[in-house]
């Protein structure tokens, strides 16, 4: 019966190209860090390169979930995303023409960066309330063409206050893009980024956690040479924080968290990505993309107690294929593997907590997870697949396989391969052009 349902709602579809999600993204192989692809079109590129406001003007955008990943920061379940495949992030917005200018709006985006620094402070006062998280976040949008430039500005804010918890936290960046020819090229800063929290009495006595951003930015680009699209992205984020928390072991071990590191800390992180793709039609109805990159990350940590240097870099080979099987279904899948990897992590004992060196407890406000030494990154090798369904000029894209044996819906790192119709496509989004 599933099937005569879910064959006979496919049969009504008709025919569009829309395909912009970040499930799209997940199923050709993309990350969600850098929020959008920098070798292919998606409407998610806007929070990429602002500039692609033009490309995907007259539209609404909608990703499908809940309140989204809310246990950031939390030591009893650390996470450093702002949404999860099992508990997708609901935000959505709209982009509308004018003239040779496009203005929009997107609420509800969370930013991956500001959760991945934000995660090595405690900054939760109970498991499963709310956190000092980015929240409730607007976006707004404008751009345009200027002869033969397209050129795009994003403003993000958010700002959320709890008095009866004594927690607060601000964050706003500017977006700033242009696409002209062959060249491709973004500016994205970091102009506020603060959280607090105080009195935390839930987790033990009296404590706080205060994060203060620096300077932070993305920068990064792309030229299409015909054979590849040559790309660079560079990202730096630096902030101060101070912890004052009773300690926490939760999972001895050298791979387990423990407490958020007491005292003053100072961050410095950097990531690079160097690389090439390129979508070669295989014919009318096939696309085929392949991409090789080279990505370093560069963490440093100053503290009173010692430092740390938490480094790593891997080469990344995608490939992936997208098929127009029928007039209203598209359907997508890629694998990646990485080539070369290596991670290089190194600091003081000063910094391990709990056990000491012989089985140390580790503190995720310093050092999280990172292992001390140099080893390869295990199992990389990566599959994903989604489709597209689609009414006229509205499409609906989503994951498909991320089903554990049993059923359950897992993150697409993690999927068994099982193809269930009980939930055939998961992290939904939808979009309308018009």
Do not use: C
């Not at 064959?7 to 499930?23: E, F, R």
């Not at 956690?209 to 620096?214: A, S, V």
């Not at 054979?227 to 004052?244: I, L």
């Amino acid at each position: 019966m599933k099937k005569i349902i879910a064959i006979s709602t496919l049969a009504i579809l008709a025919s569009a190209n829309v395909h912009a999600s970040k499930a799209r993204l997940l199923a050709l192989g993309e990350n969600l860090e850098t929020a959008g692809s920098l070798y292919f079109s998606d409407n998610r590129n806007i929070f990429l390169n602002a500039a692609y406001v033009n490309e995907y003007k007259d539209g609404i955008y909608l990703e499908w979930g809940s309140e989204g990943q809310t246990d950031i920061g939390n030591t009893a379940r650390p996470n450093n995303k702002a949404d999860t495949d099992t508990a997708p992030q609901a935000e959505g917005g709209f982009l509308k023409s004018h003239n040779n200018y496009v203005y929009g709006l997107h609420i509800g985006g969370e930013s991956y960066i500001t959760h991945e620094a934000r995660q090595y402070l405690r900054l939760a006062y109970a498991e499963g309330t709310p956190k000092a998280h980015q929240d409730n976040q607007i976006d707004g949008f404008f751009g345009g063409e200027t002869g033969d430039v397209k050129w795009g500005a994003n403003v993000t804010y958010s700002n959320t206050k709890d008095d009866t918890n004594n927690m607060s936290q601000r964050s706003a960046s500017l977006r700033l893009g242009a696409i002209t020819g062959k060249f491709e090229g973004f500016a994205n800063i970091a102009l506020m980024n603060q959280a607090k929290m105080d009195n935390i009495t839930a987790t033990g006595p009296t404590a706080k956690d205060d994060f203060e951003g620096k300077l932070g930015f993305e920068l990064g680009g792309s030229y299409d040479l015909n054979a590849v699209k040559v790309f660079a992205y560079w990202r730096h984020a630096g902030w101060d924080q101070e912890s004052n928390t009773a300690p926490v072991i939760l999972t001895p071990g050298p791979t387990g968290t423990g407490s958020v590191y007491n005292g003053k800390a100072e961050f410095n992180t950097n990531r690079i990505r160097v690389g090439a793709g390129k979508v070669t039609a295989l014919n009318d109805k096939a696309n085929l993309f392949t991409k090789l990159e080279y990505v370093m990350t560069k963490r440093g940590v100053e503290t009173d107690d010692g430092d740390a240097d938490i480094d790593d870099y891997y080469v990344p080979l995608t490939v992936g294929l997208e098929y127009d099987a029928l007039s209203w279904l598209t359907v997508r899948g890629s694998v990646t593997q990485y080539l070369l990897s290596q991670a290089d992590n190194d600091y003081d004992n000063s910094l391990l907590a709990g056990q000491g060196t012989a089985n140390p407890v580790l503190s995720p406000g310093v050092v999280a997870n990172y292992r001390p030494g140099k080893r390869s990154f295990a199992t990389t090798t990566n599959v994903n697949a989604g489709l597209t369904l689609k009414f006229g000029e509205f499409a609906i894209d989503g994951l498909v396989g991320t089903t554990a044996g049993n059923g359950d819906v897992v993150n697409s790192t993690s999927e068994s391969g099982v193809l269930s119709l009980d939930n055939l496509a998961t992290r939904v989004a939808m979009s309308y052009r018009f």
